[in-house]
């Protein structure tokens, strides 16, 4: 079974887990579909549902997990949206781009799957999984709202992940140490690789996040390292790209 968020899950509690249940929220009342869903990923595989409106939504993203296969994973290594009008339509090829999943999503209620993901640039963070209890394509306007409702998922995750390990409480406060510092700290190492990488603020506090996530540390454990030049993170923010140097 899929791992689930511990922040979040079924019942949202601070405010960034209670936005990303929002924006599962917002999904089902502005798009027509019947359920959505929002999970973590990294390019290193590690794999985490942070909301699931409900069973089937969560059944899906159990899915992808057991199947290794399905239209979120793909949304995330393609890095854009699959959109799956009917899982039973042969033209629609689900059944031969995803032979365990589509069959056993279509046994637990899902008929139509859009997968988007949550991505800035060369960061992605996770997928936004919507399904539909009938089979129908998106029209332009709710491929539209989609999107934008994905974009506000990824600033929610990134919310989620800056209190994601265990040197944070439940609201994404630092504990035993100095907040003021380690923001200071975290912003200094911000601003480090923004020109290491060439890349925007933005994109920058995504990449330190996103490598924090992937290897289970804090964000501001990593951003002490690379103001500290014992860590560079490389430009492919695959999880496994930094290079660590030792110190003397």
């Known amino acids: 079974m899929a791992e689930v968020w511990p922040s979040a899950g079924w019942d949202t509690g601070g405010s960034?887990?209670?936005?990303?249940?929002?924006?599962?929220?917002?999904?089902?009342?502005?798009?027509?579909?019947?359920?959505?869903?929002?999970?973590?990923?990294?390019?290193?595989?590690?794999?985490?549902?942070?909301?699931?409106?409900?069973?089937?939504?969560?059944?899906?993203?159990?899915?992808h997990f057991d199947m290794g296969e399905g239209p979120g994973l793909d949304a995330f290594r393609e890095g854009q949206p699959v959109l799956v009008a009917d899982l039973d339509d042969p033209r629609d090829g689900a059944s031969a781009r995803w032979p365990g999943f589509s069959p056993a999503a279509y046994e637990a209620g899902a008929r139509a799957v859009f997968a988007y993901p949550l991505a800035l640039g060369a960061a992605k963070l996770g997928v936004l999984l919507l399904y539909g209890d009938r089979a129908g394509a998106l029209d332009a306007d709710a491929r539209a709202t989609a999107l934008r409702l994905a974009d506000g998922a990824f600033f929610a995750l990134l919310d989620l992940l800056s209190?994601?390990?265990?040197?944070?409480?439940?609201?994404?406060?630092?504990?035993?140490?100095?907040?003021?510092?380690?923001?200071?700290?975290?912003?200094?190492?911000?601003?480090?690789?923004?020109v290491r990488l060439g890349v925007g603020i933005e994109e920058a506090m995504v990449r330190l996040r996103a490598y924090a996530f992937a290897h289970d540390r804090p964000v501001s454990d990593v951003a002490a390292d690379i103001v500290g030049r014992n860590l560079q993170l490389r430009d492919d923010n695959d999880g496994s790209g930094p290079a660590r140097r030792e110190q003397s």
């Open 163 to 194: 209190g994601s390990t265990s040197a944070a409480n439940g609201d994404g406060e630092w504990l035993g140490g100095n907040t003021g510092f380690y923001r200071a700290e975290v912003y200094q190492a911000a601003g480090m690789l923004t």
């Open 16 to 63: 960034a887990a209670s936005l990303v249940g929002r924006i599962c929220t917002a999904c089902i009342r502005s798009i027509p579909v019947t359920g959505a869903s929002l999970s973590l990923m990294t390019g290193a595989g590690n794999r985490a549902t942070v909301h699931a409106s409900d069973a089937v939504a969560a059944r899906l993203e159990d899915l």
